[in-house]
């Protein structure tokens, strides 16, 4: 059976049962929330619970890394959104022990590309173009710093109003624990 078919058989009987009950929620965070977290799969449970956030609580936000690629990227447009329509006051930006963004091999990862089909000459073309692969590709080296970029970034972006509260968070992927890096009302 496909992964699609075991997901669609899966869910006709949720919808059927009324699984969905207990999540029923509105769109507006509880907590007013927003989290910056990594995609992780570590994290997908681990971390609303290790947080208490429940179905309806927070504005998730994720990523390879938890980190802020770009000051007009798709995720500094999530927060302003978050911030603006849906009322959010506080901004948790979680990385993790372990990550795999941190210290990726990036020449091995572009080697990996061009084994599966992608010929060099488009990586070259991109290259070309001002498109710095390895760099777009490339993580952090060390994830305190990278969190605390983030925070900055957040914290003094254009479109972001001062009295947001911003925190900067590192989560063990095994027991949950939190650990802060930047505490937003300092
Ligand atoms: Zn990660």
Same mark, same amino acid.
């Given at each position: 059976m496909s992964k699609l078919q075991e997901i669609l058989d899966f869910n006709k009987s949720f919808v059927e049962d009324k699984e969905y009950d207990k999540y029923i929620t509105s769109k507006e965070p509880n907590k007013k929330l927003v989290v910056l977290s990594c995609m992780d799969t570590r994290l997908t449970e681990l971390l609303p619970k290790a947080l208490n956030l429940k179905n309806g609580d927070a504005k998730f936000v994720k990523n390879a890394g938890a980190s802020i690629m770009h000051p007009f990227g798709s995720i500094i447009r999530s927060i302003v959104v978050a911030v603006y329509e849906f009322e959010a006051d506080e901004v948790l930006v979680i990385?993790?022990?372990?990550?795999g963004m941190s210290n990726l091999n990036v020449d091995k990862t572009i080697e990996k590309i061009i084994s599966r089909g992608v010929s060099k000459d488009v990586i070259t073309t991109l290259?070309?173009?001002? $498109?710095? $692969?390895k760099k777009w590709l490339h993580g952090f080296d060390s994830v305190e710093e990278s969190i605390k970029e983030s925070v900055g970034l957040i914290k003094n972006h254009p479109l972001i109003p001062k009295d947001l509260i911003v925190h900067g968070l590192i989560i063990d992927p095994k027991t949950g624990k939190l650990e802060i890096v930047v505490n937003g009302y300092k």
């Open positions: 990385g993790h022990h372990g990550c290259n070309n173009a001002g $498109i710095d $692969i």
